[in-house]
Every structure is written in structure tokens, then in C-alpha cells.
């Protein structure tokens, strides 16, 4: 679904400095919610659509949405170079379902347009990933999580999967911070019997297959603020 969202979020007291400036690429997809959950964590959120939007951010979040869609408005609104050349130079990201598929330099099934061409990411993240890989909408589903680099103390992270993708390869420069286990997952069949990679990270790089920013979960944007600050 998509959302408008234009207005820069005020910032909020909370658990990191006023001045920690993040972006949410606000071309498709839940955008709100995204400016919701580092909104309450006291960053100033903004949306981006244009290249020069990108200037004085600290960090940029890429929502769940259509990754095709954001693909093309990317390229057509002229971030996607922009954006691309500076996520190779360290700019810190997190991408949330479509947003991992973004970040990934490989699809293992990218979609084409009526040229045939494939659809085309921003790239960083040296992982493989497959597109709606736990199924379509319908077989949507919740489960809980290890996750690895957050508080435990909250328990495990409750992900919610809408037409998620999943991991099929890392590099080794990739850390992998949490899988869904076929014992755990709402149809089996689709793992076929084996866990499924949901979560990584590589240096200033974070995606999630799931999306933590529709229940209210707030620790993985707490754990991107920190990758930003330099605390994790």
C-alpha cells in the first residue's frame, strides 16, 4: 500500500540525539510507519524522493512496498545513483521486506519489465534473495524471533511476513541475525524443511524480511540508530 507521506516528522524526546537526522525512501510502500518508529525513538524522520533529499541524512530506511515499483521511481526521480554510490561509500541503510531485496546484489528471480529487462537494486549487501518467496498475501503469517544484536530482555522479536522474501546465499562479509525455523512458521511446506535466513547485517547495512515497523517493534530501528551512531 501506498502512502504520501510528505511532511517532515518532528522530532520527539527520546532515545537518541534531536540532531540524528534519518530518511525513509518515500517512493511506494509503508512510509508512514517507518516515520512512525524513528519518530518515537526521538530521531527526526524525513521522507526522500530527490537526490538532493539524500544530503545531511545520517541514515536512510527503504520500506516494504513493491520492490519493482521503487526500482523504477528510484531511477525515474534520480536517487537511485545517488543513493547507490553512497551506500557503497558507507552510508548507513535498513531495508525492510521490499527494502531487502533493494539492498541485495542478487535476485535469484528478478522480475522484468515488457523489454525483458531484470529489475535492477541498489545493491550492498553481498546476499542472494528470492522475491515473495514465503508465498503471496494470503499466506501472509506471524512468528517470533532470535534475533541477534538487540535487547533480549523484550523477548523474542514478533515478525510479521507479507509477501516477504528470503536469504539463499551470503558473502562473507554478511552476518546473519535471524532465520525463521520450519517448526515455528504457519506453512512448513513453503520452507521445505529448512530455515530460512530473514535477517542481516553487513557493516552499515541492516534488512529484515518481515516487517517490524506494522506491530510496533522497536528494536530493530533501535539497533539501525546504533549501527548509525556507531554503537553497534
Known amino acids: 500500500m501506498e502512502h504520501p507521506a510528505t511532511a517532515e516528522a518532528p522530532a520527539q ?19 508512514r510507519e ?3 518508529a524513528l519518530t518515537a525513538l526521538g530521531a527526526r524522520a524525513v521522507t526522500v524522493r530527490r537526490a538532493e533529499e539524500l544530503d545531511g541524512l545520517d541514515g536512510l530506511v527503504i520500506p516494504g512496498g513493491e520492490s519493482t515499483t521503487i526500482d523504477k521511481l528510484a531511477r525515474a526521480f534520480g ?14 541503510v535498513y531495508g525492510s521486506c521490499a527494502g531487502m531485496i533493494l539492498l541485495a ?3 535469484a528471480d528478478p522480475a522484468q519489465d515488457l523489454s525483458d529487462k531484470p529489475q535492477e537494486t541498489f545493491g550492498g549487501l553481498d546476499i542472494t534473495v528470492r522475491r515473495n518467496a514465503f508465498g503471496r498475501q494470503r499466506e501472509s503469517f506471524e512468528t517470533d524471533l532470535d ?18 522474501p528470503w536469504v539463499e546465499r551470503v558473502g562473507d562479509s554478511v552476518e546473519v541475525l535471524a532465520e ?7 506453512h512448513t511446506a513453503t520452507l521445505g524443511g529448512r530455515s530460512r535466513i530473514v535477517a542481516v547485517r553487513s557493516g552499515n547495512l541492516l534488512a529484515t524480511s518481515f516487517h517490524p515497523e ?16 556507531g554503537e553497534a
Do not use: W
Not at 532515545?15 to 510502500?29: C, H, M
Not at 547507490?84 to 548507513?92: D, H, T, V
Open 147 to 164: 534475533f541477534k544484536d538487540i535487547d533480549q530482555s523484550g523477548g523474542p522479536v514478533h515478525a510479521v511476513f507479507i509477501r516477504g
Open 105 to 107: 546484489n542478487e535476485i
Open 79 to 92: 536517487v537511485a545513483e545517488p543513493l547507490k554510490r553512497r551506500i557503497a561509500e558507507g552510508f548507513p
Open 34 to 36: 517507518h516515520v512512525a
Open 214 to 229: 506494522v506491530t510496533g517493534e522497536r528494536r530493530v530501528h533501535e539497533l539501525f540508530i546504533r549501527m548509525i551512531k
Open 180 to 186: 525463521v525455523d520450519p517448526q515455528h512458521a504457519s
Open 13 to 31: 524526546p527520546g532515545s537518541v540525539q534531536p540532531e540524528l537526522r534519518v530518511g525513509v525512501l518515500a517512493l511506494q510502500g509503508d512510509v
